[in-house]
């Protein structure tokens, strides 16, 4: 045999033994290119479904927040939390959420705004401005219900949550004062030192300088 002969031979032994592997295994082969094609499919829905919801829950959400901003806090609670409900694994409902609890505060409803509060903060805790945020809120419904000593406490949580920024004082000057109001004299004398230590530019402190000689 030439050359060409024993190679064209080992490729037709080739072409026979693969012919004779798929009439062995043809059931397994098609069912796994079926699976692979299943992937495929299911994969492209779900993108597309994803994508479809993101848009849903933007455009709910846009409606929302001009609900919010123009004071109709009614509805704006109403569609908030069908956002929060109905997409609770959406960036958009992080914002929701914070949003309905700053609108049951605005309707007085301490109860309910600081269990949105709350959940804001368990949930979705990014230690970003609006994580202290939460806190303050939370300290906000409890010094609305005259809750001064755990107000002072949660403001304080704020205060340090925030540490470096520019509401960091703010947050622990309300620490401070709840502290007073609580007649926690001692801690809120701790606190106002804190801010005059931590935050010598602060705006507050002319004042904080004044309420600290005179404790």
């Known amino acids: 045999m030439t050359k060409r002969e024993i190679k064209e031979d080992g490729l037709v032994t080739t072409y026979f033994r693969v012919q004779k592997y798929f009439k062995k295994h043809q059931k397994i082969i098609q069912y796994t290119l079926m699976g692979l094609a299943a992937v495929v499919v299911i994969s492209v829905l779900m993108v597309r479904s994803k994508k479809n919801t993101e848009r849903a829950v933007i455009e709910k ?9 123009t004071g109709n806090t009614g509805k704006a609670v109403e569609m908030f939390k069908e956002i929060i409900e109905t997409y609770p694994g959406a960036e958009a409902s992080r914002n929701a959420v914070f949003l309905l609890a700053n609108s049951y505060f605005s309707k007085q409803d301490y109860d309910q ?3 949105y509060f709350r959940l804001f903060y368990e949930k979705y805790n990014k230690n970003d ?52 109001l609580a007649g926690d004299k001692e ?11 931590r935050y010598p530019k602060s705006e507050l402190n002319r004042q904080n300088e004044f309420i600290l000689q005179s404790l």
């Open 61 to 69: 959400m846009g409606i929302a927040e001009q609900y919010y901003y």
């Open 129 to 180: 401005i609006f994580t202290a945020s939460s806190l303050a809120g939370i300290a906000a419904c409890m010094e609305s219900k005259n809750e001064f000593a755990e107000a002072a406490a949660m403001y304080e949580k704020a205060g340090k949550k925030s540490e470096g920024s520019f509401e960091a004082p703010f947050h622990l000057e309300n620490a401070a004062r709840c502290y007073l």
């Open 113 to 115: 705004a600081e269990k």
């Open 187 to 197: 801690a809120g004398k701790r606190i106002y030192q804190m801010i005059l230590d």
